[in-house]
């Protein structure tokens, strides 16, 4: 069984930047190396959307509209998948979620950190 833990949310003004992490656990490294990784987030009264996506071969996939101001990355010695958000926008208020899983559709997730962007 596989737990994913995020971190990093909170509140942030427009423009501004944040970090979000999550940490893999009951699995070994190699496991968590192999796996796809990535980032969804839902608003309120919104369905659940893609943020971002990165394969064991650091091959990546964004939102459309998310390229440029958001990137992930991994760190499978760490177990640890991030999202850096830049220039961020009220719409980007939502809870982000971390997932993981040998395919897509993953289906390993974690259980959500909050990121509010208001002035």
């Known amino acids: 069984q596989v737990q994913l833990a995020e971190s990093g949310g909170g509140l942030v003004q427009p423009g501004g930047s944040l970090s979000l992490s999550c940490v893999a656990s009951?699995?070994?490294?190699?496991?968590?190396?192999?796996?796809?990784m990535g980032w969804y987030r839902q608003a309120p009264g919104k369905q659940r959307e893609l943020v971002a996506t990165?394969?064991?071969?650091?091959?990546?996939n964004y939102e459309n509209t998310l390229k440029g101001r958001f990137t992930i990355s991994r760190d499978n010695a760490k177990k640890t998948v991030f999202l850096q958000m830049s220039d961020l926008k009220p719409e980007d208020t939502a809870v982000y979620y971390c997932?993981?899983?040998?395919?897509?559709?993953?289906?390993?997730w974690g259980q959500g950190t909050q990121v509010t962007v208001s002035p």
């Open positions: 009951g699995t070994s490294e190699t496991s968590v190396s192999i796996y796809v």
């Open positions: 990165i394969t064991q071969d650091d091959a990546t």
């Open positions: 997932c993981a899983g040998p395919w897509e559709p993953l289906i390993y």
